[in-house]
């Protein structure tokens, strides 16, 4: 599976958009890219995936590269409750595709 | 949406003794399930694949006699730390994804092992 670079950590005030980016050069043509968060203690949280075209749906939104070499995932009105570290993994589809985790991006949302 | 359950939550136990950890897929058949360890500050390391009716298959650097991994049913896996030890301690967490080309996969809650 392709390697996947993120920043260690944002910031981004209540109410407002959170671009969180993630760099995928060696994404090879049948990969997706997977986006996920964790909130402490807790189970990783299926955010959104895509393949090229963005993609939205109740929780956030996809941007990916034309080249799709890299994507931002985007929370258009951020919450405290959004405060989590964010994955991005990138992998084949099907049931037996596993996920290496990297070391995310940690947000925490501020009032 | 998929959901995938774990019990228990935690467990606390002694040195030496086993624990038994489930994970169920409770909406949908899964052929192959996924175990992972998170360690405190650190990010989750796969542990190995679960596969319905067949061995599992470790990961490099994970002893498969220490972490027993059975996956009897479509919809349940269990991992079994044997002989446990205060450095087996972590958070377990398992995952699963639906029978569809594209489907995400999803996680358990997780398990909070304490070996004492």
């Known amino acids: 599976d392709a390697k996947t670079t993120q920043p260690t950590s944002m910031d981004c005030a209540e109410g407002r958009a959170a671009n969180l980016p993630c760099n995928h050069s060696t994404i090879s043509g049948n990969e997706y890219v997977y986006w996920y968060r964790q909130i402490h203690s807790q189970g990783p949280q299926y955010i959104i995936h895509g393949l090229k075209n963005n993609e939205t749906n109740e929780m956030a939104s996809l941007i990916i590269t034309e080249d799709r070499k890299s994507s931002t995932l985007i929370l258009p009105h951020a919450t405290l409750r959004d405060t989590a570290v964010y994955y991005c993994i990138v992998s084949g589809a099907g049931t037996a595709s596993k996920l290496t985790f990297g070391t995310g991006t940690r947000l925490q949302v501020t009032l | ?105 999803h996680f358990g809650n997780g398990t909070r092992l304490t070996v004492t």
Not at chain 2, 26 to 33: R, V
Request: aromatic residues 10%.
């Open chain 2, 1 to 105: 949406g998929a959901v995938v359950s774990q019990h228990p939550s935690w467990v606390i136990c002694k040195s030496g003794t086993s624990v038994k950890i489930e994970c169920r897929s409770l909406d949908f058949q899964a052929t192959t399930m996924f175990w992972y360890r998170q360690f405190p500050k650190q990010s989750l390391m796969l542990m190995a694949t679960s596969n319905e009716g067949s061995k599992a298959t470790y990961e490099q650097g994970v002893e498969k006699d220490k972490f027993l991994i059975n996956h009897a049913s479509l919809t349940l896996s269990t991992l079994t730390v044997t002989s446990a030890h205060p450095e087996d301690s972590s958070f377990y967490i398992c995952s699963a994804s639906p029978p569809l080309v594209q489907s995400p996969l």
